[in-house]
């Protein structure tokens, strides 16, 4: 309803009109009611901050720059931001902080030595801070290659999984902690960048790894799956037919019998994607289905109404020549979540800018899945990074598609994204349930932006809020490592350095924590 409709109405009634649609207006607006500020300056520390998957969260200080020995600290906090306990430790050399894993009881965390056969694991006892160290040497096993480099870290019933790449092979390092016993899984991996997927089903007790394989004409997916133990427990090829690739894929979480893969899938180019595809884990073959990007709702939202007229147009046109037109997208996944019967996917958009020196790569080596886990999406440690030697990755749009149990696509939506551009390659949005509408969101600089919608309904895609400070008067001016990432249920956390201009007085310079509720 219009102003001038509100005119010729009674007064009150028109009062009482405006009031609600000022509500329904500030009611879109995130609450950062709770937020906390820690007197800490960027040159001085380095500081990590981990949404843990009770709701509390831990955050980790180090220095910025060591000498020998030097202390780190740990404090974990509640979602009202209450402390709960703190934890110190000194360690030597200054180590390479590269990943952290959370479970029930404890946080791991991964360093790295000048040495990359050399590294240690922090444990901490998330009830009472207490730690343990352990160091490990892969120079005793003469099957790992001298130059071998570790990513992906994660721990399944007390072992843990380390995937790792060398200049032959892609490989996953296993090591039961109660017997320090380090082996290579076996089956794994005969070409470097093989490795697509990586990630640990919980509720079914199993390992899982997706590889990616080519001939340079046909592209295909195996899935692999291992007990705690480091045993192959299955393993099923993905095939699909002539004229078309599996670029990259995840599976839902659960019971053997009714997993499915979700993914992406090409015409010949693997660089890029067509469209997603699902199918059963059992006798993929007969159940993948193929959805084009052409046949979303949303997926091309991003262009003018001009362009998306005339690129359905040119699709048309290409149907009736028996045609499919191509696509050069690539998107960079992240895991599925699984919200009642629906499995969502969750999908970035983006183009690699710049130098291109290292585009024929393995299928999917730009549409990765970087087994971002939801509750655990920081910090990127060997998840964000730099590859082909491009300069920086423009993100266009953010995509969130619903599928029932049986693999078929509900509904799509999307989040156009502005001036998103990242050095490396990593996760920018973030989404959350929020009753009957899903939040996305992410930090630009010293603003939240953030878009809500109701299954495939359309909405605003330029909502935005500043960070807020202790009181409405206070502005930041400025921000530094900042990050947003969904923390539990319908709230975000935002956090970083920043400097805060109150309206009175001095600025000053803090590291802040800001919860925000939908």
């Known amino acids: 309803m219009n102003h001038l409709c509100i005119k010729k109405l009674p007064a009150t009634l028109a009062l009482i009109l405006g009031s609600l649609m000022a509500f329904s207006s500030h009611a879109q607006e995130p609450n950062q009611s709770v937020r906390l500020e820690l007197e800490e300056k960027s040159f001085e520390r380095a500081i990590d901050v981990f949404p843990l998957p009770d709701s509390t969260l831990l955050v980790y200080k180090r220095p910025s720059f060591g000498s020998f020995k030097e202390e780190h600290s740990f404090e974990r906090y509640s979602k009202e931001f209450k402390s709960l306990w703190t934890s110190s430790l000194v360690l030597e050399d200054q180590p390479d902080f590269h990943q952290f894993y959370a479970t029930g009881k404890f946080i791991y965390l991964l360093y790295l030595n000048n040495d990359p056969r050399k590294f240690f694991i922090l444990k901490i006892n998330l009830k009472t801070g207490s730690h343990q160290l352990t160091n490990y040497n892969l120079r005793k096993h003469e099957e790992l290659d001298a130059d071998v480099k570790l990513d992906h870290f994660k721990v399944l019933d007390g072992n843990y999984f380390i995937s790792a790449q060398s200049s032959r092979n892609s490989l996953v390092i296993h090591i039961n902690e109660a017997t320090q016993e380090i082996r290579t899984i076996p089956a794994l991996y005969d070409q470097p960048n093989a490795l697509e997927e990586f990630h640990l089903d919980t509720i079914s007790s199993r390992a899982e790894f997706i590889l990616s394989e080519t001939n340079g004409i046909k592209g295909r997916l195996q899935v692999k799956r291992f007990t705690p133990a480091g045993s192959l427990f299955s393993n099923t090829l993905l095939q699909p037919p002539f004229g078309r690739n599996l670029v990259t894929a995840q599976l839902t ?16 180019d693997t660089r890029f994607s067509q469209g997603f595809f699902s199918s059963h ?33 040119k699709a048309e046109r290409f149907k009736t020549q028996d045609k499919d037109l191509r696509h050069r997208y690539r998107l960079l996944f992240h895991d599925l979540v699984q919200q009642g019967d629906q499995y ?9 800018q710049g130098s291109s020196g290292n585009l024929n790569r393995w299928p999917g080596y730009y549409n990765r899945i970087y087994s971002m886990d939801r509750n655990f999406p920081y910090p990127t440690g060997a998840i964000g990074r730099n590859m082909g030697g491009n300069s920086e990755y423009r993100y266009s749009h953010a995509v969130l598609c619903a599928f029932d149990k049986t693999g078929k696509l509900l509904w799509d939506n999307s989040f156009v994204l502005k001036e998103v551009v990242r050095d490396e390659l990593e996760q920018t949005t973030h989404f959350a349930f929020s009753g009957d509408k899903v939040a996305m969101a992410y930090l630009h600089e010293e603003e939240i932006r953030y878009k ?19 009181n409405p008067e206070e502005k930041f001016t400025s921000v530094e490592d900042a990050d947003l ?16 201009k109150p309206q009175k007085g ?5 590291f802040f924590l800001n919860k925000i509720s939908f």
């Open 506 to 510: 001095a600025a000053r310079e803090i």
């Open 452 to 470: 809500l919608f109701n299954r495939d309904s359309t909405s605003a895609n330029d909502l935005s809020v500043p960070l807020a400070g202790n």
């Open 253 to 268: 979480p659960g019971d053997s019998t009714a997993k499915l893969v979700i993914g992406t899938y090409s015409h010949r």
């Open 485 to 500: 990432v969904h923390w539990y249920g319908s709230h975000f956390l935002a956090f970083g350095f920043g400097r805060i």
């Open 344 to 352: 969502y996917l969750f999908a970035e958009v983006f183009q690699a």
């Open 281 to 313: 884990l059992i006798n993929p073959d007969s159940t993948i289905r193929y959805t084009d990007f052409i046949q979303l709702s949303h997926f091309f939202d991003f262009l003018s109404k001009r362009a998306q007229r005339k690129l359905f147009q």
